[in-house]
């Protein structure tokens, strides 16, 4: 399996709700990441958790990493129609390279 | 401080011919990750690089493929003899180093199409 695998692979809520993604890993990591990309587009950092950080705000997006379960949770809270996009996580070791997963499809509905 | 600039943003090829996908990283910015998009995929690893150096191509096929990132101008991923399946989204991204903490950013992409 490839490292960072995102779930659901899709979700669809109403404007208000919450969405929350999750992400897994297999090997140990530096950091992990999450970006945003609106279809035909390039990918936009959200936010990135270091190994050593358990949780991170951003705005109205929340972050946790659990390093012994090689997890991590992308919230977003208040969702708003412009948050559909697809969100990928990313993985990095210390082979410098980001890996990662197929994406959650986030269909945010007004 | 312009972010990462791709050209072309779209790009048609008849099967057999050459593709070229420029990348200009971030200024300041020294280390640049080529990666493949299929559609309704996430972006698979292609190449690292750095000035003069290619640091990891494990995600490079093996053949028609190639990447480089001269001391001076952009980086260039060239794929020969272009096949159907090479119709992807290409993005270039860049960071100032590797290690802990480095956001890599990523430019917009270019769409090759195979006809």
Same mark, same amino acid.
């Given at each position: 399996s490839q490292q960072g695998e995102e779930d659901p692979q899709a979700l669809s809520i109403q404007e208000g709700?919450?969405?929350?993604?999750?992400?897994s890993y297999k090997?140990?990591?530096?950091?992990l990441q999450w970006?945003?990309? %609106?279809?035909?587009? $390039?990918?936009v950092h959200l936010i990135l958790i270091r190994s050593n950080e358990r949780e991170k705000h951003s705005g109205r997006l929340r972050v946790t990493l659990d390093t012994s379960k090689k997890s991590s949770s992308l919230l977003i809270t208040a969702s708003r129609a412009a948050?559909?996009?697809?969100?990928?996580?990313?993985? %990095?070791?210390?082979? $410098?390279?980001?890996?990662f997963g197929d994406g959650t499809t986030l269909t945010v509905k007004p | 401080n312009a972010g990462v600039m791709q050209n072309p943003r779209?790009?048609?090829?008849?099967?057999g011919?050459?593709?070229r996908l420029r990348c200009s990283p971030m200024k300041g910015h020294s280390h640049v990750?080529?990666?493949r998009q299929l559609p309704e995929e996430?972006?698979?690893?292609?190449?690292?690089?750095?000035?003069?150096?290619?640091?990891?191509?494990s995600g490079m096929p093996k053949e028609r493929f190639s990447a480089e990132f001269p001391k001076e101008g952009p980086s260039i991923l060239r794929i020969q003899q272009v096949v159907r399946g090479d119709s992807a989204a290409y993005f270039c991204a860049s960071s100032p180093a590797t290690g802990q903490g480095n956001t890599i950013y990523f430019g917009e992409g270019s769409w090759l199409t195979v006809v």
């Open positions: 709700e919450n969405a929350t993604m999750n992400c090997t140990s990591i530096n950091n970006y945003r990309q %609106n279809s035909g587009r $390039g990918l948050d559909t996009a697809s969100y990928f996580c990313a993985t %990095n070791t210390n082979a $410098g390279k980001s890996t | 779209h790009l048609v090829r008849r099967r011919q050459e593709a990750y080529w990666y996430g972006l698979k690893f292609m190449v690292y690089l750095q000035k003069e150096n290619i640091i990891d191509e």
